[in-house]
Nanobody, 121 residues
């Protein structure tokens, strides 16, 4: 059974930094794209940043220059370094991973349980 376990959320003051981590565990063949999404109260879940297995990245416009996504393929882990945080970054952050269980078949998207990030003075 595949699991994604997140850590690193919390309360931070405006202008502060946080680093989120998400580790995949279980039996699988390969992890393709990984990403971080967020969902604020009353809003739809949105993509914050994504990264391919080869390291290509993409970012949502409002976080460009403040957020860096990275991954350690040997540890099956994806990270999200967030700097210059703003109150509007407050949300539950979810990691995702497109995982191929076996060499045949198609990848499925798995989700972490979510971690709360609150930016407030």
């Amino acid at each position: 059974q595949v699991q994604l376990v997140e850590s690193g959320g919390g309360l931070v003051q405006p202008g502060g930094s946080l680093r989120l981590s998400c580790a995949a565990s279980g039996r699988f063949f390969k992890i393709n794209d990984m990403g971080w999404y967020r969902q604020a109260p009353g809003k739809q879940r949105e993509l914050v940043a994504g990264i391919t297995s080869g390291g290509r990245t993409n970012y949502e416009d409002s976080v460009k220059g403040r957020v860096t996504i990275s991954r350690d393929n040997a540890k099956n882990t994806v990270y999200l370094q967030m700097n210059s945080l703003k109150p509007e970054d407050t949300a539950v952050y979810y990691c995702s991973a497109d995982i191929l269980i076996a060499p045949w078949g198609v990848p499925h998207k798995y989700w972490g349980q979510g971690t709360q990030v609150t930016v407030s003075s």
